[in-house]
């Protein structure tokens, strides 16, 4: 039997230790589950195979079984999870939404394939635990978009926030105040493989000093874990701040982050950083609760396309 179904999963923030976490260093990253990615599946005739109504991102993708297929993410993740839960191509047409904005840092990818696979998963009545639709939706992450640490499926399929060093199972994040922040899109969007591809290419040109700036930025990710854990929310501004300097010497910046970045502080944030791959793509300001509409002026007044506000609550 094939049912209708729906399912989703939310954006992510790194909060720190993005590109570090790629060459080995750990990095704190968080959900933003009133960010997500849905996708609703509907039973269509028999024959028809399945179609993947990604209109709103323009794309429009049909799998009928013995037919080429498109060379495309989302073809991809259908067809990895129904093989491997031992399905044929079900009549289904799945439509696919984002709230998530694309190529920004906020792992929009990993979202729509972890929703895409488990709405797929629900309508052929399977059942599959977390931790192998990770696995899953990371095969289609390394196939499409080269070297991921791994850190965005993680988030997103778990949906808590995580410690994570690459290779290693991830750790819940213990939160002892919750933090409040905003993100900041500067409406650019941006290729997290080029900008990982820039990191490798700036240390192999200058393998001491970059090697040397990952592991500043290790060790602020551990510092960062601490104050998380013993609810010291304040003293995570300098971090942010001193964590976004090294991600601009690793050139993963943008005039337009930059622009975010300071006019946040300018406005009363604690602290500010880029978030994910950079280059574009999304800013964070860590606010007290009573300073958010300002900083969300401050951003918007800077040039911010849209700012949402997220919360990590406390969490033992
Ligand atoms: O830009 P995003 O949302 O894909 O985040 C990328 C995070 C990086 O550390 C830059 C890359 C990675 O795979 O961890």
Same mark, same amino acid.
């Given at each position: 039997?094939?049912?209708?179904?729906?399912?989703?999963?939310?954006?992510?923030?790194?909060?720190?230790?993005?590109?570090?976490?790629?060459h080995?260093?750990? &990095?704190?990253?968080?959900?933003?589950?009133?960010?997500?990615?849905?996708? %609703?599946?509907t039973? %269509?005739?028999?024959?028809?195979?399945?179609?993947?109504?990604?209109?709103?991102?323009?794309?429009?993708?049909?799998?009928?079984?013995?037919?080429p297929?498109?060379?495309?993410?989302?073809a991809?993740? &259908?067809l990895?999870?129904?093989?491997?839960?031992?399905?044929?191509?079900?009549?289904?047409?799945?439509r696919?939404?984002?709230?998530?904005?694309?190529?920004?840092?906020?792992?929009?990818?990993a979202?729509? +394939?972890?929703?895409?696979?488990?709405?797929?998963?629900?309508?052929?009545?399977?059942?599959?635990?977390? +931790?192998?639709?990770?696995?899953?939706?990371?095969?289609?992450?390394?196939?499409?978009?080269?070297?991921?640490?791994?850190?965005?499926n993680?988030?997103?399929?778990?949906?808590?926030?995580?410690?994570?060093?690459?290779? %290693?199972?991830?750790?819940?994040?213990?939160?002892?105040?919750?933090?409040?922040?905003?993100?900041?899109?500067?409406?650019?969007?941006?290729?997290?493989?080029?900008?990982?591809?820039?990191?490798?290419?700036l240390?192999?040109?200058?393998?001491?000093? +970059?090697?040397?700036?990952? %592991?500043?930025?290790g060790?602020?990710?551990?510092?960062?874990?601490?104050?998380?854990?013993?609810?010291?929310?304040?003293?995570?501004g300098?971090?942010m701040?001193?964590?976004?300097?090294?991600?601009?010497?690793?050139?993963?910046?943008?005039?337009?982050?930059?622009?975010?970045?300071?006019?946040?502080?300018?406005?009363?944030?604690?602290?500010?950083?880029?978030?994910g791959?950079?280059?574009?793509?999304n800013?964070?300001?860590?606010?007290?609760?009573?300073?958010?509409d300002?900083v969300r002026?401050?951003?918007?007044?800077?040039?911010? &396309?849209?700012?949402?506000?997220?919360?990590?609550d406390?969490?033992?």
């Amino acid at each position: 039997m094939i049912y209708a179904a729906e399912a989703s999963a939310p954006a992510k923030i790194i909060l720190f230790g993005e590109h570090a976490v790629v060459h080995g260093q750990p &990095a704190i990253a968080a959900p933003v589950s009133s960010l997500r990615a849905i996708a %609703q599946a509907t039973l %269509q005739p028999v024959g028809t195979g399945l179609l993947l109504d990604a209109s709103d991102l323009g794309e429009q993708i049909r799998i009928l079984s013995g037919q080429p297929v498109a060379d495309h993410p989302l073809a991809r993740a &259908a067809l990895l999870c129904l093989e491997a839960v031992g399905a044929d191509i079900p009549d289904l047409a799945v439509r696919l939404r984002s709230q998530i904005p694309i190529a920004s840092g906020l792992g929009s990818g990993a979202a729509l +394939t972890a929703a895409l696979m488990r709405s797929l998963i629900s309508a052929v009545d399977a059942t599959v635990p977390n +931790t192998t639709l990770n696995e899953w939706v990371y095969e289609v992450e390394r196939e499409f978009h080269g070297t991921p640490s791994g850190i965005d499926n993680t988030v997103v399929v778990f949906e808590r926030p995580l410690y994570f060093v690459r290779g %290693q199972a991830p750790s819940l994040l213990t939160v002892g105040q919750p933090i409040t922040l905003l993100i900041g899109d500067t409406g650019i969007r941006s290729s997290t493989k080029e900008a990982v591809g820039g990191v490798h290419a700036l240390l192999a040109a200058r393998p001491d000093e +970059t090697r040397a700036r990952f %592991q500043t930025i290790g060790a602020l990710v551990r510092t960062a874990r601490e104050f998380i854990a013993a609810g010291d929310v304040s003293a995570l501004g300098p971090l942010m701040l001193e964590n976004h300097r090294l991600l601009q010497d690793l050139t993963v910046s943008s005039p337009e982050l930059d622009i975010l970045v300071e006019a946040a502080v300018a406005a009363g944030a604690l602290g500010a950083k880029l978030s994910g791959g950079g280059r574009g793509g999304n800013m964070i300001a860590l606010c007290d609760p009573d300073r958010e509409d300002s900083v969300r002026a401050a951003l918007f007044f800077a040039g911010a &396309a849209r700012v949402f506000s997220t919360r990590i609550d406390a969490h033992a």
